[in-house]
């Protein structure tokens, strides 16, 4: 059971508690109710949480498999009912929902499957100096992690905290964004009736009170996705404790167009990396740098792809409203301020932002210092920008305070270009599409955060290594002891001269 559908006898009637609509972006109407969680609610639900930490930790990676999977078999046997729920929360359209559902049953699936592989104890080379020794390294869950989530993919995103942390051992307390708290609660509810365990997954519900009490109330490690203006308020609480933090935040990621790129191929990439979600996608593409020879062509081939993205709520439309009215205002400023200072609008403008929707964007000519280049606008807009050459496009792709995705189109020499951009994960010839690759680690640089959701480091990050040495035998030279004597040391000054005392081999 979730929080939500317990009332702790303690917590009073719930009829009495605070609570919230979650409301549907393109019509405003009520979604659903929910239970603004106090302070003392959440600590609850972290102590039920780690009541059933210590029973799945003890469950081991055998018996919590099987468990993991009938969750993910009971996800996608109700995917559409889930998708129907994002899509109500969040405008979306439903099959960019269940994109986001498929993608995070994969996630799920890969992490239960290849936990043993990356955690499990196993020895390690002890090394000549301490060959007596016996060395094993294993990764302990840390116990109960504390999911704070945003709601542009209320599905993927935390599930890429919540997948792993369980795989790894742990309970999870998820507090899901204000915006999508019926998507949050429907992955607590499902993961009780699938996984049977209380307090496994506990979901607490509110604003960013709630959040900030889930990161006071005694968790062993916040993961939290969201805005960098409260990953850095999260993290300065955290301090408090010394609660370790993973901090997944915003992007303002950039895509490199070469001469040599398949410009059809890059043109579609741009607009969808850019717009599909509506822009926001904190892996979207914000940026572009193209080549100067290729440059009018790929901007005629945008602005074609652009023009023809439908905003709507119905069916036929490409992409929903904006989910957040406050970052409408931030768009039509970003849109602005671009304008303002001499760009120029080839699709969209200004008047592309009303009071639901936002439409495409394309801006050209824009200074490098506008907002439109150096601030996430979480909008469907691009500012694409000429560059003399592919040297020119890395520095000001790294010109950024942010560092998460990118992507190149290129010929020749994609992953060249991919290696020198400062950003977490890089698409070549392609978008976004590392986000769909398990195996391989999310993360971001500078104002996008640190720690790594996906992949093995992913599961590491939910975990404590643990070290253990042991001896097999009796050394010849004991080192670790006060009865050592003068000839044990003038023995060691011997061997380690033969070991390292030679500098690197001439010729
Ligand atoms: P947000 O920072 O406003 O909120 C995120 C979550 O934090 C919400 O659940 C909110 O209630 C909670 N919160 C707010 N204040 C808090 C506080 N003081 N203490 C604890 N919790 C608090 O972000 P958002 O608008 O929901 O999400 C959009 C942002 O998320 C964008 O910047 C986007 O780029 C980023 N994002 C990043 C990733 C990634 O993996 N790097 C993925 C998706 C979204």
Redesign the pocket.
């Known amino acids: 059971m979730t929080t939500t559908d317990t009332t702790p006898s303690d917590a009073g009637p719930i009829a009495e508690r605070e609570r919230f609509d979650s409301l549907d972006p393109a019509t405003g109407a009520v979604v659903g109710t929910h239970p603004v969680h106090s302070a003392a609610d959440v600590d609850r639900a972290v102590a039920r949480a780690r009541i059933a930490s210590d029973t799945w930790a003890d469950l081991d990676f055998d018996g919590r498999a099987p468990k993991l999977a009938a969750w993910k078999a009971l996800i996608t046997s109700r995917a559409d009912e889930l998708a129907e729920l994002v899509r109500a929360e969040t405008g979306k359209p439903t099959g960019d929902a269940m994109l986001e559902i498929v993608l995070a049953v994969d996630h799920l699936a890969w992490a239960t499957k290849h936990a043993p592989k990356v955690l499990k104890r196993r020895s390690v080379n002890p090394g000549l100096l301490m060959s007596n020794m016996g060395a094993t390294l294993e990764y302990l869950p840390f116990g109960v992690i504390g999911v704070?989530?945003?709601?542009?993919?209320p599905v993927f995103?935390p599930m890429g905290s919540i997948a792993y942390a369980l795989a790894a051992g742990n309970a999870v307390v998820f507090?899901?964004?204000?915006h999508t708290p019926g998507v949050g609660e429907w992955l607590g509810r499902t993961a009780a009736e699938a996984m049977g365990i209380p307090g496994l997954l506990e979901v607490v519900t509110g604003?960013?009170e709630t959040?900030?009490a889930l990161?006071q109330a005694g968790v062993d490690k916040v993961a939290f996705?969201?805005?960098t203006a409260?990953g850095k308020?999260?993290m300065a609480a955290a301090s408090e404790t010394l609660t370790p933090v993973l901090i997944?935040?915003?992007?303002k990621d950039a895509m490199l167009v070469d001469a040599d790129a398949d410009l059809d191929a890059a043109a579609d990439a741009a607009a969808w990396g850019g717009m599909s979600n509506a822009g926001q996608t904190?892996v979207g593409v914000e940026r572009v740098y193209v080549h100067t020879d290729v440059y009018d062509e790929f901007v005629d081939k945008v602005v074609a792809e652009a023009s023809a993205v439908e905003a709507g709520s119905g069916d036929q439309a490409d992409i929903g409203p904006i989910t957040?009215p406050s970052q409408l205002e931030v768009i039509r400023g970003h849109i602005h301020d671009a304008l303002a200072r001499g760009g120029r609008a080839l699709v969209g403008g200004e008047d592309a932002v009303d009071d639901r929707y936002a439409r495409p964007t394309v801006l050209v000519d824009v200074p490098e210092d506008s907002v439109a280049v150096t601030d996430?606008t979480?909008g469907p807009t691009l500012t694409i920008a000429r560059v003399r050459d592919m040297d020119e496009a890395v520095e000001k792709a790294n010109a950024s305070r942010y560092g998460?995705g990118s992507t190149v189109y290129s010929g020749e020499r994609g992953p060249e270009l991919a290696r020198r951009l400062r950003s977490g994960m890089t698409a070549v010839n392609s978008v976004i599409s590392f986000a769909g690759i398990p195996s391989l680690p999310?993360g971001?640089v500078g104002d996008?955060?640190f720690g790594r959701i996906h992949g093995p480091d992913g599961l590491r990050e939910f975990t404590r290594p643990k070290a253990v040495a042991r001896q097999r035998m009796k050394a010849p030279l004991t080192l670790t002891t006060f009865h050592r004597g003068s000839g044990t040391d003038k023995a060691v000054k011997k061997l380690i001269g033969l070991l390292h005392g030679r500098g690197p081999r001439k010729g």
Do not use: H, Q
Not at 148 to 153: A, H, L, R, S, T
Not at 248 to 251: A, I
């Open positions: 704070i989530g945003p709601w542009n993919y995103t507090k899901p964004s204000e604003f960013g959040g900030g990161v996705t969201g805005s409260t308020k999260i997944e935040c915003g992007g904190c957040m996430e979480f998460l999310f971001g996008s955060g």
